[in-house]
């Protein structure tokens, strides 16, 4: 959190867009400040970090408190805009690993669709990510855009596939989450 702080005190705009973002998934975070402190390293030094804190506004009075003081959730929001609004705003790809970690399925698939937007994702950058959570194939993706994986358990190793190279997937199928479930693709843990 310190360490993307840091980003967002010396990245203005991307601050305002994680406000907006954060406001939007229903936080109840109504603006972020970033405040810095003094510490004394283990040398005797004096060192400054920056500290986030969460703004919220409550029977229209203003509260804050640190954001490691919010939710794990808000907390790893927060920390996801930092790597996301930089390549929406420039383009490129993002590549994340399990990035749903600590979040709602329906801010997952918020952030998702952040890329899918005109408005949002100007340049067509792209989103490379893995998740566990299988909320999203109930999600407007294309087959090609959906790779399962599924362990050997003989061998150990792991194999991947694309969705639309499945055999017998009906061209227009649109319930790859029952699907799925029903083990028609595969990829679904042996427990």
Request: hydrophobic residues 40%; charged residues 25%; contains cysteine.
């Amino acid at each position: 959190i310190f360490e993307v702080s840091d980003f967002y005190a010396n990245y203005g705009d991307f601050l305002v867009s994680a406000e907006k973002h954060l406001a939007k998934a229903d936080t109840g975070i109504s603006r972020l400040k970033m405040k810095e402190t003094t510490y004394l390293n283990d040398e005797g030094k004096e060192e400054t970090f920056v500290v986030p804190f969460a703004c919220h506004v409550v029977e229209g009075r203003e509260y804050e408190r640190r954001l490691i003081d919010e939710s794990r959730g808000t907390q790893a929001l927060y920390v996801l805009m930092r790597y996301i609004l930089p390549v929406l705003k420039l383009g490129g790809i993002a590549i994340i690993d399990e990035f749903e970690t600590g979040l709602h399925a329906h801010v997952v698939k918020y952030v998702v669709e952040l890329f899918y937007s005109k408005s949002t994702n100007p340049y067509g950058a792209q989103l490379i990510a893995n998740f566990h959570t299988d909320f999203l194939l109930n999600s407007t993706f294309e087959k090609y855009q959906i790779v399962l994986a599924e362990k050997d358990p003989e061998t150990q190793s792991t194999d991947a596939w694309r969705l639309d190279k499945v055999k017998g997937i009906a061209r227009n199928a649109n319930n790859h989450y029952a699907k799925y479930h029903a083990g028609a693709y595969g990829g679904v843990p042996n427990i």
